[in-house]
């Protein structure tokens, strides 16, 4: 385990009997509050970062919540940023997917300090992991990038921790 800013964070973890490594890890912030540390775990962690956005390759990201947070505002949130990240034609591409997305996020009542999201990544598929617990899978080919995106893209939902997340401070 290493410390990121208080919270510890496994080096390796298991996923679908595959090794991932911590590629990077760091905090989300908004204005002063400490929202969620996101850790970033793939096969090869010393892959570029279109290689962690695009695949091939399994990845994970983690995200353990630092205060409470309403599930809906994390899913709205969610598809705020896929839609920043994506533009429109990408949008409209992903509405299915985006949809369920939401759907599934919803489906928790309230994210409480320390509980976990992960966001299980590899070929085409997403699988969403509340607190250790399935709460499904999506098949799409183009959901695991623009997942990605959100944290790696070009206009990252936040440039720190785009930098933490690769490892880069």
Do not use: C
């Not at 410390?3 to 090794?19: C, L, R, Y």
């Not at 809906?72 to 896929?82: K, P, Q, S, Y």
């Not at 997305?101 to 966001?119: C, F, K, Q």
Request: charged share 20%; no cysteine; aromatic share 4%.
């Amino acid at each position: 385990m290493i410390d990121v800013e208080g919270v510890p964070v496994a080096q390796e973890i298991n996923q679908a009997g595959q090794t991932l490594r911590l590629v990077g890890a760091g905090v989300h912030t908004k204005f002063v509050f400490r929202i969620y540390l996101a850790a970033l775990y793939a096969s090869d962690p010393h892959a570029a970062p279109n290689q962690l956005i695009e695949g091939p390759g399994a990845r994970r990201l983690h995200l353990q919540m630092l205060r409470d947070i309403d599930s809906v505002a994390l899913g709205e949130a969610m598809r705020g940023e896929l839609v920043s990240t994506d533009g429109a034609n990408g949008t409209r591409a992903l509405a299915p997917s985006v949809e369920r997305l939401s759907h599934m996020l919803n489906t928790i009542d309230h994210l409480r300090e320390g509980d976990t999201i992960d966001l299980e990544l590899e070929g085409t598929t997403v699988d969403i992991v509340y607190n250790r617990q399935d709460k499904g899978r999506i098949q799409d080919p183009l959901l695991p990038a623009a997942l990605m995106r959100v944290w790696l893209g070009d206009t990252p939902t936040q440039a720190s921790l785009k930098q933490a997340l690769l490892g880069l401070h």
